[in-house]
């Protein structure tokens, strides 16, 4: 049932080409992102990998609209039409951001004052076409725990809401940045194992970023980056069970 | 934490060229990258000095100036009149116990004749020495000179007067003195501490363009009125530790076959107790106002920098793990408090010197006091700094003491997710009721309810300062509207020079003009209760009166009863009687019958103090039959001019007043003192909101910034962001308005009992118009607050938020 093969063959989602991004730091210039290409296709787990300060995260961002790129192009693809992220004004990035991604991040970031059902409600009630936040929630595992707070919930059942919260309004791609950072192995594991059962269900195009390559085995895509550029991509055949990766 | 951008170079340069401690260096930095709240802590202290500064100070200065004035002029402590008494008895004065000098003259009121006013003005004769200064009660030449032996008709008038007709040194003024008219030349223009508020008889206030002090010598005075060698006023300047009442028991024992009308004490002295009353009331606003600003103030340091503070907990986690003690880290973050204090002490001084000054010169052309200067006591400024800075320390102290407790590796850990429950409101259903952002709101007010509370509180102070700054123009309207509108309902008031009979009325009626008269009795006499005794003049009303009622504080007519007085709620307060007890009655005038009189009613007024009595139980007690001192007119208004002009010709009418031109004098007088303090208030109130609603919002945007920024990331606009950041100042501010109105109510009673005179309480009312105006400034000042703080969450940086942990 493996979909890798096929994977080449199907839409592009997100296409960056040539995508630089400097940051002026005073009076030395960093340079983040140097002529980074990707193609980001519809359905595709993508595994990014790098150390601190690769520039991962800078182009996680991008994808995002978080950022946008000092030079280059970034094209978002759904349905036949086509818009140029790297053009986009701050309110067409934050309706981007707002209609089609889901974000995760290492620190869960989920609002204290809200319940977890309430915190995926957050975002079902500006969404187009959300599943509930029931169903969301469930998704992840957290059902019976949907009324409770984020100071009542572990780490680990925190960053599922986060997840339930970022792909119950059915994103057309979700960015995870360093989902596991802040959990134990075993926690880690089942999040990730969450992250890939969301991408299989619901074909949501996603891509993680990590510094640990292990987990690079689960993704259809694993591309390692180092000092802002791509230094190596490959396909795997097969992606690997969660439950098998060790770290 | 939030971050702020990193700014100003050349403060960088400064700070570094300064070779400062690296901690230091950290202070001054995060003052200045803070700025914006740090000024608006400043300004709440400043604020706090500043009013202290000017309103305690400029009353200080006004007090300084007046005792300086009485002791220059050797103002006298006890005062009488007679009918006639020997100069020789001047010794006899001298030698009853306790008096340490004495002196005498001859006053009386004429009639002066100026051009271009209709109705006659009046003039109060004073007799001087021509050689040598009066032992007591001097005057002060201001223009001109001192009069001179030999010159009979020079003169020296009163400064007001003088201004107010535009006379001086070298001009003429013609007066009818004892059915003489004479032209008189004016050598000097002066002022009296006796007479800086003039109140010509049967007005309740100086009219200075009608009534004036004019300064005689003795020898042309005396002769003219058939005194001479004889004297109808003394006065005595007490020595020291003498028993007040006993001199004045002596003196009316030895004048009483004079003619004696009574001492008083200084206390007593019409124009001592109106200086008195406004320098009561300039006290109250000079103590209440300072200590409202100041503990506002000390309060919101308290609030904002503990709350400043907790947001630096991981800075002071780092200092404590590099090795830095308690007391070193909680000195440094006390240090932030100190810099506020003292930028806003530096202001606040500043700034308070400079309008002390502004308010003594508007105080200076008003209280007519000479060498009035703006001084400022150093003992003054060192209590309110001293308050301000306990205030930002007991603020501080505690957020320090709480974040220095902490082992440096839990501190530098972020605090775990905050713990939420669904509050009351929820409980109750509410909640349901709500989308998410609204009970994202409700439960942060919910779960720190003493921080909101203590917020709304701070800007409820701002509303409270607001409504205690302008009510005082409600109770003024109201009390206008009382005195000139239903009380006072004729048109001109007449006063006699001497008491007429009461025949008089018919040849009133008779002129031109005039369409109803009711006629007056303006009796001298002392009233006592057990201890306490009080001098006054009962006004003896006819029965049926229609222009001249007595009327309730809530504005009914109280009906005049046939026998009995009704007092002022004052007088009845001084004297502590109650309706039904009994008081002495002793008349100052003719037989000076002593009589026991019930008290049949109390009234509740603003102007004065009065003792009403029907005119004709007045006769009984004054032993006289139908004897008037005055009349009230209603007159038709086109014969007015007219009528003003014929009553100025008839010799035996002393005074012609109209309510429009009291009225006149009084708003003018009320005016300034009311006007001067609104502005500031505005300000002040402004600076108070400013200071909760901005802080707040900055501290909450500092504390909550990730979770904003994560809303930001998820796709909410801008604009929805804001609601959920400044909704909760929101809540917070229309929570603080009707608590504020509260507090201002209860703050403005305080201050009606506080500002009570015998001349003028203010009525305590609080319109409509005037919670309105304190909420809209809150609510102004909070929406400007809301829009800068706005500004920066539009610069949110959401990467940098969300990539680090705290």
């Given at each position: ?86 053009r ?9 951001r ?17 319940t977890a059902?309430e ?6 009630d ?14 992840v595992?957290?059902g ?15 960053q ?63 591309v ?24 | ?5 990193r ?8 700070t570094?060229?300064?070779a ?7 202070l ?13 802590i400043a ?5 706090g ?16 100036a007046?005792?300086?004035?009485y ?19 001047r ?16 006053g ?6 100026l051009?271009?006013?209709?109705a006659?003005a009046q ?10 200064r ?14 001179e ?21 070298g ?28 109140v010509?008889?049967g ?34 300047k ?15 024992r ?41 503990g ?20 002071i ?14 000195r ?7 810099v ?6 530096t ?16 105080y ?44 440096p ?6 605090e ?50 607001l ?11 109201h ?8 009380i006072?309902?004729?048109d ?72 009995g ?22 008349m100052?005038?003719?037989?000076r ?19 009403y009595?029907?005119i ?40 012609v ?44 945007l ?27 100042q ?27 005179t ?20 809150t ?12 500004r ?15």
């Amino acid at each position: 049932m493996t979909i890798a093969n096929t994977a080449t063959r199907r839409p592009v989602v997100l296409r960056a080409s040539k995508l630089c991004k400097v940051y002026e730091m005073g009076e030395v210039s960093v340079h983040a992102l140097k002529d980074v290409d990707l193609d980001l296709y519809e359905g595709e787990l993508l595994v990014l990998l790098g150390a601190s300060g690769s520039g991962k995260s800078t182009l996680l961002n991008i994808l995002g609209g978080l950022d946008v790129a000092s030079s280059g192009s970034l094209f978002f693809q759904q349905q036949g039409r086509e818009q140029e992220l790297s053009r986009a004004s701050q309110t067409e990035l934050t309706n981007y951001r707002r209609e089609h991604v889901g974000f995760v991040f290492q620190f869960y970031n989920l609002i204290p004052s809200l319940t977890a059902r309430e915190n995926v409600a957050l975002v079902t009630d500006i969404a187009r076409s959300p599943m509930s936040p029931e169903e969301a929630l469930e998704l992840v595992g957290l059902g019976p725990r949907m009324h409770h707070f984020p100071a009542q919930l572990s780490g680990g059942e925190q960053q599922r809401v986060a997840i339930a919260r970022a792909v119950a309004k059915r994103p057309h791609i979700l960015l995870c940045d360093e989902p596991t950072g802040a959990l134990d192995a075993s926690t880690g594991r089942l999040v990730l194992s969450v992250l890939d059962r969301v991408n299989r269900e619901t074909g949501t195009t996603t891509a993680i970023i990590t510094h640990n390559a292990a987990i690079g085995e689960i993704g259809d895509t694993v591309v390692r980056m180092s000092s802002g550029e791509i230094v190596e991509r490959h396909h795997n055949t097969q992606r690997a069970n969660v439950e098998d990766v060790q770290w | 934490m939030v971050g702020p951008r990193r700014s100003g170079h050349a403060f960088e340069r400064l700070t570094a060229s300064l070779a400062l401690r690296p901690l230091n260096r950290k202070l001054l930095r995060e003052c200045w990258h803070l700025k914006g709240q740090m000024l608006s802590i400043a300004l709440v202290v400043a604020t706090g000095i500043m009013t202290v500064v000017t309103m305690r100070g400029s009353y200080e200065s006004l007090i300084g100036a007046q005792q300086r004035y009485y002791t220059d002029m050797r103002f006298a402590d006890v005062w009488t009149s007679l009918r006639r008494a020997p100069e020789s008895l001047r010794e006899q004065i001298e030698a009853i116990p306790g008096v340490a000098l004495a002196d005498t003259r001859v006053g009386l009121l004429a009639t002066l004749d100026l051009e271009g006013l209709d109705a006659p003005a009046q003039g109060r004769f004073v007799s001087i020495p021509e050689t040598g200064r009066p032992v007591l009660n001097d005057i002060l030449v201001k223009r001109g000179r001192y009069v001179e032996p030999g010159a009979p008709d020079e003169v020296i008038l009163s400064e007001k007067f003088a201004n107010a007709r535009g006379l001086n040194p070298g001009d003429t003024i013609r007066a009818i003195i004892n059915g003489r008219s004479r032209e008189l030349d004016i050598v000097g223009i002066a002022i009296s501490p006796e007479h800086t508020y003039a109140v010509p008889p049967g007005s309740l206030l100086p009219e200075d363009d009608r009534y004036g002090v004019l300064w005689m010598g003795r020898r042309a005075l005396g002769p003219a009125y058939d005194m001479d060698g004889a004297f109808n006023e003394a006065f005595i300047k007490l020595s020291p530790g003498a028993n007040e009442l006993a001199v004045i028991d002596a003196l009316n024992r030895l004048l009483a076959p004079y003619g004696g009308f009574g001492a008083y004490a200084r206390r007593d002295q019409a124009s001592h107790v109106m200086l008195q009353g406004e320098l009561d009331q300039n006290r109250v606003m000079g103590t209440a106002m300072p200590a409202v600003f100041l503990g506002v103030a000390v309060f919101l340091l308290h609030l904002v920098l503990g709350r400043l503070i907790a947001t630096q907990r991981g800075e002071i986690a780092v200092l404590k793990a590099f090795g830095y003690h308690d007391w070193e880290v909680g000195r440094h973050f006390l240090m932030f408090a100190v810099v506020a204090v003292f930028v806003g002490a530096t202001i606040g001084t500043v700034g308070g010197i400079m309008l002390g000054d502004a308010y003594i010169g508007v105080y200076r052309q008003y209280f007519d006091l000479p060498d009035l200067e703006y001084s400022l006591s150093p003992g003054l400024l060192l209590v309110a700094l001293l308050v301000s800075v306990s205030g930002a320390f007991s603020g501080a102290l505690g957020a320090v003491r709480k974040a220095a407790s902490l082992p440096p590796a839990e501190a530098m850990r972020a605090e775990p997710p905050a713990r939420f429950e669904p509050g009351l409101l929820e409980q109750l259903g509410i909640g349901k009721l709500l989308p998410a952002s609204g009970r994202m709101i409700l439960r942060n007010v919910e779960r720190k309810p003493l921080q909101a509370f203590l917020s709304s509180l701070g800007v409820a102070f701002s509303v409270a300062i607001l409504v205690i700054g302008t009510f005082m123009f409600d109770g003024v309207n109201h009390l206008i509207d009382l005195q000139f509108r239903q009380i006072q309902r004729e048109d001109i008031t007449v006063s006699f020079l001497q008491n007429l009979s009461g025949g008089v009325r018919h040849d009133l009626a008779r002129l031109e003009g005039v369409t109803r008269v009711e006629t007056y009795r303006m009796a001298p006499a002392r009233l006592r209760f057990g201890h306490w005794s009080r001098e006054t003049a009962i006004q003896g009303m006819e029965a049926d009166g229609q222009l001249r009622r007595i009327i309730t504080a809530t504005g009914g007519v109280q009906p005049l009863p046939a026998d009995g007085l009704v007092l002022s709620r004052v007088l009845a307060d001084r004297l502590r009687v109650t309706t039904g007890d009994t008081v002495v009655v002793e008349m100052l005038e003719g037989r000076r019958q002593i009589t026991s009189v019930r008290i049949a009613g109390i009234v509740e007024d603003f102007l004065g103090v009065s003792a009403y009595m029907n005119i004709d139980a007045l006769h009984r007690l004054t032993g006289e039959h139908d004897v008037i001192s005055g009349a009230y007119l209603s007159v038709t208004e086109s014969e007015r001019s007219a009528l003003n002009l014929e009553l100025k010709q008839i010799p035996a009418v002393a005074g012609v007043a109209s309510p429009a031109s009291m009225l006149a004098s009084f708003e003018q007088q009320m005016a300034q003192n009311i006007f001067i303090s609104v502005g500031f208030l505005v300000g002040f109130a402004s600076v108070i909101a400013v200071g909760v609603v901005y802080n707040g919002a900055r501290i909450a945007l500092s504390e909550r910034g990730r979770e904003l920024a994560s809303l930001r990331v998820m796709g909410f606009h801008r604009r929805e962001v804001a609601v959920l950041l400044l909704g909760e100042q929101g809540i917070i501010t229309m929570l603080a308005i009707p608590l504020g109105w509260v507090i201002g109510y209860g703050l403005a009673w305080m201050m009606v009992q506080g500002l009570q005179t015998d001349t003028f309480r203010i009525p305590y009312v609080v319109a409509p118009r005037t919670y309105m105006l304190s909420a809209l400034v809150t609510i102004l000042a909070a929406v400007a607050s809301g829009l800068a703080v706005r500004r920066r969450l539009d610069s949110l940086d959401l990467i940098s938020v969300l990539k680090t942990r705290e």
